[in-house]
């Protein structure tokens, strides 16, 4: 098993900066690709970012691309998400998550294990 806690969220205006940490434990060793979704009131979980093992393929959601950068620490075992000139739509609840197989990065259902979620709220 592998357990997954997401740090960093928070209240910011719009147009401003936060960076989201995810840390696992457990069976990290069995890791592929980490992920990054949200999921804003009333609406489905939506994928947002994620990056492979080895840190050399990264996926964005068109509405992060260019606002956003996802990395990880395979050493410390954390991935982490910048979020830059957030948006009001930025708002949701995101989550961290992982796949213990190579497979579709940006397809939720690929995914078995899940943080509890941090909340981002952006401010007009």
């Known amino acids: 098993q592998v357990q997954l806690v997401e740090s960093g969220g928070g209240l910011v205006q719009a147009g401003g900066s936060l960076r989201l940490s995810c840390a696992a434990s457990?069976?990290?060793?069995?890791?592929?690709?980490m992920g990054w979704f949200r999921q804003a009131p009333g609406k489905d979980r939506e994928f947002v970012a994620a990056?492979?093992?080895?840190?050399?393929?990264?996926y964005y959601a068109d509405s992060v691309k260019g606002r956003f950068t996802i990395s990880r620490d395979n050493a410390e075992n954390m991935v982490y998400l910048q979020l830059n000139s957030l948006k009001l739509e930025d708002t949701a609840v995101y989550y961290c998550?992982?796949?213990?197989?190579?497979?579709?990065?940006?397809?939720?259902?690929?995914?078995?294990?899940w943080g509890q979620g941090t909340q981002v709220t952006v401010s007009s």
């Open positions: 990056i492979r093992r080895r840190g050399d393929s990264t």
């Open positions: 457990g069976r990290t060793f069995s890791i592929s690709t």
């Open positions: 998550a992982a796949q213990p197989r190579f497979a579709s990065a940006t397809i939720l259902d690929e995914y078995d294990y």
